[in-house]
């Protein structure tokens, strides 16, 4: 590529950068993230696709008030793009953007091979953002390149506080009993349709598209996956375990191919955050390889709109919480527990805390307490948490408090 097609292309993406920046957008809950915008450090936002990430870095530019110039290299017009070629982009972005640009947000450039040393080297005299749709950017690709010199925020589509925002009604706590009686109609209808901002703008048959681009953009051809139809039936099986502990040997037998393949399939969902696994609790951690792990998927939209099984709403209100939780602690600490004769949702290693979900409006059954205590007792917590669809208040057994949090008061909080 010559710099000046390299030129247009970066003339084009500016002035589709400065309309979006006219923009209003929905505030995301991501705390500082600027604070990490330190040379040489680099900040990387990775989630799902369709996610928000743009958007994300676009706004941090804007918040920040600085000078940027901006690439999206999930372009067309940059497919086939070599790392020779990145030579041109530079100097066509400092012909169009002006020499003392200091700040560089790159998008999706994962899709460039080689592009972890063209970005470590600008590090070093740039603060620069990269948006990312894969989790090999943390753990293989950006980490070899840039020594741990990079700060990584996971971004999920809008959880309940963002959705309500869009909606332009206010999710801030205490509620009077009408504003609760108002979020629990909302809370219904995002548990059905989900926060892809995409879904919520255009309508919920968005999704599909989403899932799509998802599947074969981030997966099938990032790993060159053939046996097309097999791993459809895979991933949407993978989605209709929501919620639940899987065997991948047995999904293996049942679709028809060998385990290495299945691996090599979930890792690939996995990577692309569409699905996450969450493991079980074993003291050593040679354990916890090798027990299930249960399965959750990103969104709630994607549970109706992919899953073959009918809609569980227990299930989908532990989806939810284990989504909060995984974006609270950026995906760290986090596991279910399974003793001989009871079974918690989640153990939050992080907070020392033990969180079960149950779906009920009326009284809160026995043997939930019962398991709360056990796993208390083999783990020595100090909060113990009781999610129910709306009973709040407190309960107490053998000195121990136990917290029931309605669901739409946690995902608030």
Known sequence: MNVEEAKRIVADQKELVEEKLSMNYIKREVGDVSRFLVIPNVLAILGVRRSGKSTLSLMLMKELNVKFAYLNFDDESLYGLTTKDLKSIEQAIYEVYGNDVNYLVFDEIHNVKGWELFVSRLRETKRIVITGSNSRMLSGELATSLTGRHSDFILFPFYFREYLRFKKMSEEVPMSTRRIAEVKVELEKYMEVGGFPEALIIGKDQIDVIY??????????????????KFKDFSKSLISYYSTEVSLSKLAKVIGVDRKTIDLWSFGLENAYLIYFLPRYGEKPRERLTFNKKVYVVDPGLISRVAMRAKDKGRVMENLVALKLFRDNQLKGLY??????FEIDFYDEVNSRLLQVTYTSDKIEEREIRSLLKAEEMLRTKELIMITYDIEGEEEREGKKIKLIPLYKFLLT
């Open 212 to 229: 799509n681009d998802i599947l074969f953009k981030d997966v099938v051809f990032r790993y060159k996956i053939r046996e097309l139809e």
């Open 336 to 341: 279910y527990v399974k003793g001989k004769d």
